[in-house]
């Protein structure tokens, strides 16, 4: 029996020594009377490196912008001066318009043509039309201008496709596109958002009048909706939409039933 008691004692002895806590030698940190060291010395090297490279980035685009503008046609100096990169120019002269270096640009060669591509595409190149996010050019002169929107890409070959109302049109044309996949999806508000939007942009397209008057009237906007029904048979030449036939099928398929919610709109505004 005592066997047993010690036993048990010298167990629980064990365990209580198991759970006691352990003690960790460790060395502190900082003594009484030590002194944190400052951070000033590192700041102020850091706030100097950044501006001698934002001195050196200044002069290198001033000694670009003078070499770009040292034989430059004169339209070629007047969109660099506007900001504009256009069709034509050098490399330099892109550069010059957009107010970047060659940092900004990842350059590829081959044989007579040079792609320029944005570096990044957290801060691209711009100029007055957008953000530019690849030049090409051959013989060293600009033949193609890629720009990047939320809309899409847009591409600039020739004179007529750099005038505002090409990029307006363009531009209007992918809203339109967004807002067909916006209502097909039942975001009405977004679709017609984008709708609006396209239509602000000078869309002369019918079509979207139609499209306006059908998410109005699936959001129970009678009035609204009638409005922009009626606009969209005026703005069209129902004749010429006759004598096509098939080939506007859709579009006569639209008139139809634009007539016919129109005719249903009028009795519920009354």
């Known amino acids: 029996m005592r066997h047993i008691v010690g036993t048990l004692a010298a167990a629980a002895a064990t365990a ?18 030590d002194r944190v060291k400052g951070t000033d010395s590192a ?18 685009a ?4 003078i070499a770009a503008t040292a034989s430059c046609a004169p339209e070629n100096c007047a969109a660099i001066a506007r900001g504009e990169a ?36 957290t801060a691209p190149p711009r100029d007055v039309g957008g953000e530019i996010a690849m030049v090409q050019l051959a ?8 720009y990047r929107s939320p809309q899409g890409i847009r591409v600039v070959r020739g004179p007529g496709d750099a005038t505002a109302e090409t990029r307006n049109r363009e531009t209007s044309q992918a809203l339109i596109r967004e807002g067909d996949d916006m209502a097909a999806a039942g975001r009405y508000d977004e679709a017609l958002d984008r709708y609006d939007r396209a239509s602000v942009l000078g869309s002369r397209e019918p079509e979207l009048e139609y499209k306006i ?14 409005m922009r029904y009626q606009r969209f048979l ?25 007539r016919e919610r129109i005719v249903v709109l009028e009795k519920q505004a009354r």
Do not use: F, Y
């Open 213 to 226: 008057a059908r998410v109005l009237d699936r959001q129970m906007r009678p009035i609204e909706a009638l």
């Open 139 to 146: 013989d060293g002169k600009a033949t193609m201008l890629t």
């Open 43 to 60: 700041v102020s090297a850091a706030a100097t490196q950044g501006g001698q490279t934002m001195a050196a980035s200044k002069a290198r």
């Open 86 to 121: 256009a069709l034509g120019m050098s490399a330099i002269q892109i550069m010059a318009a957009t107010r970047t270096t060659d940092a900004a640009w990842t350059a590829r060669t081959s044989g007579p043509a040079t792609i320029l591509v944005a570096n990044t595409l």
């Open 234 to 258: 005026n703005q069209l030449d129902i004749d010429r939409i006759n004598a096509q036939g098939e080939a506007n099928a859709k579009l006569s398929a639209a008139v139809i039933a634009a």
């Open 62 to 65: 001033d000694s670009i912008l």
């Open 16 to 33: 209580l020594a198991a759970c006691a806590p352990k003690h960790i030698e460790e060395h502190p940190i900082m003594s009484m009377g």
